[in-house]
């Protein structure tokens, strides 16, 4: 069973349809890119994935269920997010933004406190340097950093990242992408990853969606898409 | 003479800041939830937005006449007064509560949903926790203007220390005017440092 699947789906914001007919499954362990121009509904398609979000036509199955049907609560807390701004509670320091979703759940202090450690060293920040900075202390990609860490917080199977590098210069991000094949490797969760850019699509992705206006127009794995010979592809490609 | 000046100053200020500080807290627990209320539904921001601002164009002394022949809620006294003075300081607390709340930056607001934040967790751990210093910005000018519009309250039997003043406006006598204004002045100026320290303490975000 695909951990997550769209299936037939469509949604309509304000008459317009960001995504038609659109079906994909993304299994257990893989990294899915959602590679797209603006506009093409890759956004649209994660905030499906954890409830943010509801299907017009169709249905998104998240482990077999649909997330109409899902606690909308408890499937929130169940995958982690992680967005192009990060959005860091300004008012928390890095160890109460990281340990949010646990103790949102209830888990006690001193687990939250080792797994905020754990999670600090292995995105590469000493959690004794960094535990009690403020956002507003950090650079861009510490700050991306401790997002991905608030995200594996909880021990989501699931990850969604929404254009997570996008704002970094080139050099933090390909560190950044880096680190997340490295933590890919570690912890061994499963992403959907949307991206405009076809470089860090090839680097990161298991296998590519491409989106052309809502739909999907192919999926496949890196090394096939560089064949690939559509036209939304070959423009992608192009950018190589 | 001495004494019974300076008994009346004591005794005048007292029901002054009882007026105001009774006045401020009613409008605090109204303005805040309102101001939720309105940061959460735009539908109810028409009419409690439009509603207050009329309230605000209203002159004072105006306000307190309008009260008095409106049954339960009217008459000469205190609780007109009192119901005056909330009337008053409640735009401003509403306001910047819902400005407060709605100039929180929205990915911030987006990701504590999409961590899985309840309503009320994202209002009392996100929203009103960023909002908190434009909040008490908003009570800190609701305050020092309510120091102020209490002295009419005697005009309407509500005491306070514009007794003094109404005294020593009906009687020329610039020493009565002088004894109600300058700690009704003295009242707003500590008002205003004290909320101002609080303002800065919160951190800004």
């Known amino acids: 069973m695909p951990l997550v699947e769209f299936r037939n789906v469509s949604y309509d914001i304000a008459g317009k349809r960001i995504l038609s007919d659109f079906n994909l499954s993304v299994e257990a362990g893989e990294t899915l890119v959602l590679l797209g121009r603006s506009g093409s509904g890759k956004s649209t398609a994660l905030k499906l994935t954890n409830g943010m979000l509801f299907p017009t036509e169709g249905q998104v199955l998240v482990e077999g269920q649909s997330t109409r049907e899902w606690d909308p609560i408890k499937l929130k807390r169940h995958i982690g997010y992680v967005i192009q701004d990060v959005g860091l509670f300004p008012h928390f320091n890095v160890a109460r933004n990281i340990g949010l979703v646990p103790r949102l759940e209830g888990w006690i202090e001193a687990d939250i406190e080792r797994r905020v450690n754990h999670l600090l060293d292995k995105v590469g920040m000493p959690a004794s340097e960094f535990r009690t900075r403020q956002p507003r202390e950090l650079s861009g990609g510490q700050r991306q950093r401790v997002g991905v860490a608030r995200a594996l917080a909880a021990d989501p199977p699931l990850l969604l990242f929404d254009e997570p590098f996008g704002a970094l210069d080139p050099v933090t991000r390909l560190e950044l992408q880096k680190q997340f094949l490295e933590l890919h490797r570690d912890f061994k969760k499963t992403s959907i990853f949307v991206t405009h850019d076809v470089r860090e699509a090839i680097r990161l992705g298991s296998r590519i969606a491409l989106l052309v206006r809502g739909t999907v127009e192919i999926v496949s794995n890196p090394a096939e898409f560089q064949l690939a010979h559509g036209g939304e592809a070959r423009a992608f490609l192009a950018c190589l | ?205």
Do not use: K
């Open chain 2, 1 to 205: 003479m001495r004494s019974d000046l300076t008994n009346d100053i004591i005794r005048l200020t007292g029901e002054h800041l009882s007026l105001v500080g009774i006045s401020m807290a009613l409008a605090i627990l109204l303005g805040v939830p309102l101001g939720i209320v309105v940061a959460r539904h735009p539908a109810s921001r028409r009419w409690l937005l439009g509603l207050s601002s009329i309230v605000q164009t209203i002159p004072s002394l105006a306000l307190f006449g309008f009260l008095i022949p409106i049954p339960f809620i009217g008459g000469i006294g205190t609780r007109t007064v009192i119901i005056a003075l909330v009337l008053y300081a409640l735009l401003p607390i509403l306001r910047n509560t819902f400005v407060g709340i709605l100039s929180v930056d929205p990915a911030v607001c987006d990701s504590a949903i999409a961590m899985g934040m309840t309503d009320g967790q994202l209002l009392r751990q996100v929203q009103l926790p960023l909002a908190a210093r434009t909040i008490i910005a908003g009570i800190r000018v609701a305050t020092v203007t309510t120091i102020g519009t209490a002295t009419i309250a005697a005009a309407i039997g509500g005491g306070g220390l514009g007794v003094f003043i109404f005294r020593g406006v009906a009687s020329v006598d610039t020493a009565q005017i002088l004894a109600g204004a300058i700690p009704a002045a003295a009242i707003a100026l500590l008002a205003d440092g004290g909320l101002g320290w609080l303002e800065r303490r919160l951190s800004p975000a």
